[in-house]
């Protein structure tokens, strides 16, 4: 059964981003596995954990879980026109030492979502430069900026149309994902 990871970009605990990762995840057809990998409590990137014996046990559990995954979905808000730091610490470990990323050829959904006006649209930017260098096989489109992600919801409910865009994401995401398992 096929694993994708959900790596989400906020650490607040209602986080939209959150939520956004998850009701995508729903969408994907039976005989998918999800798993969320949680980046909020690892240490900042050292250069000194490019060998395996000085690992810090955080930094080994996720890089063994993403090694195991076979797609991604990553949901952020946006800070400062880019994307936390949380999120590029994350993604910095994963991805050392160098020429061992664990995104190479893997399937990978892009989405960001704010309050404000422009959804993520430097977050989104960014992350997709970042997951480019790593050789992820970024989905191009649709590409996923959601402004005013407060008010696509209704309480803990996506709307019709919201749901409708996703599906359509996600029915790439899958289709891309079984061209490559090819």
């Known amino acids: 059964m096929p694993k994708i990871g959900i790596i989400v970009g906020s650490t607040r605990e209602d986080s939209w981003n959150k939520k956004v990762a998850h009701d995508l995840a729903a969408l994907l057809p039976d005989g998918f596995d999800v798993v969320d990998i949680a980046i909020d409590q690892l240490p900042f990137y050292s250069p000194e954990w490019d060998t395996p014996e000085s690992l810090p046990e955080s930094v080994a559990t996720l890089r063994e879980t993403v090694n195991s995954c076979d797609g ?46 422009m959804g993520g649209f430097g977050a989104n930017r960014d992350l997709r430069t970042v997951l480019s260098f790593l050789d992820a096989h970024v989905i191009s489109q649709p590409e996923i900026y959601l402004s005013f992600i407060h008010k696509l919801y209704d309480g803990n409910t996506l709307n019709p149309q919201t749901t409708s865009f996703f599906q359509t994401a996600i029915d790439k995401f899958v289709s891309t994902f079984r061209l490559l398992a090819k």
């Open 72 to 117: 991604f979905i990553i949901t952020t808000p946006e800070f400062n026109r880019s994307i936390p730091a949380v999120l590029k610490n994350a993604l910095d470990i994963i991805s050392r030492p160098y020429g061992s990323t664990s995104f190479a050829g893997k399937p990978t959904l892009v989405a960001t979502a704010t309050p404000g006006a």
